[in-house]
Each structure stands twice: as C-alpha cells, then as structure tokens.
C-alpha cells in the first residue's frame, strides 16, 4: 500500500537539503528521564568496556590471532554505540523529536550498515580461527600467520563499507513521502523504507541483497566451520579434551547467536510486517545491550583477555606505587 500523503518522485523529493524528524520515543513522555539515565549509563559502561580491552590488547607485546581480532571488535563496536546511542540520547531530551539532515542519516545509516557488515565478517574470520586451532593444531601457527590476520581484518572492513554504501544509495534514491517522520530513534534501513513512497517491494531488493550477502552467506561459513569443529571434536577421546576445545568456542557462539539472532528479526522480513514500537525495542538491545555483553562476555570466558587485563591492572597497580 501507499504511504498516506506520498507525492510523486521528482527532485524535491530526494533533494539533499531535506530534513528527517526522528521521532524517538515521543510517546514515552513520561519516562524519558529515567531512560535517558539508563541509555546513558549503559553507553558510559560499554565504551568504558571496549577501551579497556582494547587497551590491554595494545599494550599486550605478543598477540595471538583471536587477541587480534578481539581489538578488532571492540573497536568496531565502540564506533558502532558512538554512531547511534548520542543521536538515541538527544532524542530522549528533545520532547517532539530530533531532526537529522538528509545527508546526516545516509551518514548514519551508511555507517551503522557498515559496522554491523564488518562484525559479521569479523566473526566469520574469528570462527576460522577456532576452526584452524581445533582441527588443525600443528599448522595454526603457520597458518594464522600476522599477515593473514591483518588481510582478514582490512578485508572484513571494506566488505563491509562496501555492501553498505550500495545499499545506502539504493535507499536513499527512493521517492520519500511529504512527512519525513522517522518512527525510531536513528536512520534505521526498515524505518526510513517505511516512507517510500512505492507500491511494489522493488525498494526491499537491495536489503535482501545486503541481507544475503551481510547475514545469510557469514552465517553459513560460520555454521560450515562448527559442523567441522563438531566433527574432529568426535574424534578425540577424552571428554576432558573435547570439553576444553569446545570451551574455547562458547564466547564465539555466544556473539554469534546476540548478533544474528537480533539483526536477523530486523531485517530478513517483509515490509508489511513493520512495526515501529517492536522494532525500536529490539533495537535497543540491539545497539545498546549486545554492545555491552560483548565485552563481558569475552572477559568472563576468554583465559587470553583474563590474562591480559589482569597484567594490565598488575602494570597499572606497579605504577601507582614507584
């Protein structure tokens, strides 16, 4: 169905000097508040978490693959909370809404694809690694070499930028209706195709091509590397030893099902199934609560991170007292 009071595609309509309005959580007047308090501590904690791993990952002289690539994700995901939540918190202050210019949310939404499209390269490069260490031992070292760990991180990068820059321009050529209200509170990809102005589901293509290519095609390596993990795991005798493997696989799995689970109710699903009060609760946990359990969880189960962040209180707790 057509969006009520659509016009016609002409250049007013996808002119760059357009304003969007983000409606936020306009119709929770009354507890903005105590949700802008919540957000907010919640925001602090999770950077607070990803600057400390990330720095203890720096400061650390030998870094093994998996250290490399968990740098890696804590700083994707500290870009990740500084490209929505502040936008998330303005929102809670402003009583009827934010506005945001027609180039600031293809900024925002360009960004927020891309860094989401990088984690899910990313973790398809760290299930690799599990894989090689599990079910090839004797070679990971020769095989998980520092030049191949740099390539897997620029190359999970660019994919990134790059299907979301596509599907950012796919978007944002759309004609918009007359009310540019955004029902969420960012530049989300269902929301603002929520305002084209179109009969057919032409404009959902590039989503579920992005779809395919960001979510579908990472999870299938992802799940390809467990059946083989699973399988060498058959082969190994001892209990003890398969539960010792394994265990070095449950963070992983852990971020995986967070991350796919959440983006997967999202976005694979057709357009007449949005629902804006549905959609911006899941988004909440989706770009405030898994930000912060990433690092929690990588610092409970991980014996690398343990062991890196305490020789970094150690060296912290050493240069307090000289």
């Known amino acids: 169905?057509?969006?009520?009071?659509?016009?016609?595609?002409?250049?007013?309509?996808?002119?760059?000097?357009?304003?969007?309005?983000?409606?936020?959580?306009?119709?929770?007047?009354?507890?903005?508040?105590?949700?802008?308090?919540?957000?907010?501590?919640?925001?602090?904690?999770?950077?607070?978490g990803n600057v400390m791993i990330?720095?203890?990952?720096?400061?650390?002289?030998s870094r093994p693959p998996m250290l490399f690539f968990l740098?890696?994700?804590?700083?994707?995901?500290?870009?990740?909370?500084?490209?929505?939540?502040?936008?998330?918190?303005?929102?809670?202050?402003?009583?009827?809404?934010?506005?945001?210019?027609?180039?600031?949310?293809?900024?925002?939404?360009?960004?927020?694809?891309?860094?989401?499209?990088a984690e899910c390269f990313l973790l398809v490069a760290m299930s690799y690694d599990r894989y090689v260490a599990i079910c090839q031992p004797?070679?990971?070292?020769?095989?998980?070499?520092?030049?191949?760990?740099?390539?897997?991180?620029?190359?999970?990068?660019?994919?990134?930028?790059?299907?979301?820059?596509?599907?950012?321009?796919?978007?944002?050529?759309?004609?918009?209706?007359?009310?540019?209200?955004?029902?969420h509170f960012f530049c989300d990809v269902p929301a603002v195709l929520h305002l084209a102005c179109t009969q057919s589901y032409t404009p959902e293509l590039p989503l579920l091509a992005a779809c395919v290519l960001l979510l579908l095609l990472p999870f299938l390596l992802i799940l390809t590397s467990y059946v083989c993990i699973a399988a060498a795991l058959l082969?190994?005798?001892?209990?003890?030893?398969?539960?010792?493997?394994?265990?070095?696989?449950?963070?992983h799995l852990a971020i995986t099902l967070l991350h796919y689970g959440c983006a997967t109710f999202i976005y694979i699903r057709p357009k007449s199934s949005y629902s804006p009060t549905r959609d911006k609760m899941v988004s909440l946990v989706y770009t405030n609560i898994t930000p912060l359990l990433y690092p929690l969880i990588y610092s409970l189960r991980n014996k690398e991170i343990r062991g890196v962040l305490r020789k970094m209180l150690m060296r912290k707790q050493i240069a307090q007292l000289n």
């Not at 870009?79 to 303005?90: D, F, R, W």
């Not at 190994?236 to 449950?250: D, E, H, L, N, P």
């Open 1 to 48: 169905m057509p969006c009520e009071g659509c016009m016609e595609r002409d250049n007013k309509s996808t002119d760059p000097t357009m304003e969007f309005l983000l409606l936020g959580f306009s119709e929770l007047l009354c507890l903005r508040v105590l949700l802008f308090l919540i957000f907010l501590i919640v925001h602090l904690v999770t950077l607070a």
């Open 54 to 61: 990330f720095m203890a990952v720096v400061m650390e002289p």
């Open 71 to 117: 740098c890696q994700l804590s700083v994707i995901e500290l870009c990740y909370t500084l490209v929505i939540v502040p936008k998330a918190l303005l929102s809670l202050i402003v009583v009827d809404g934010s506005t945001i210019s027609f180039v600031g949310c293809a900024a925002q939404m360009h960004l927020f694809v891309a860094l989401g499209g």
């Open 138 to 183: 004797l070679h990971y070292v020769a095989v998980m070499s520092e030049g191949l760990c740099l390539r897997l991180a620029v190359a999970c990068c660019l994919g990134g930028f790059a299907v979301a820059l596509g599907l950012t321009v796919a978007v944002f050529r759309l004609p918009f209706c007359q009310s540019h209200r955004i029902n």
């Open 235 to 251: 082969h190994v005798s001892s209990s003890v030893g398969r539960g010792k493997a394994f265990s070095t696989c449950i963070s």
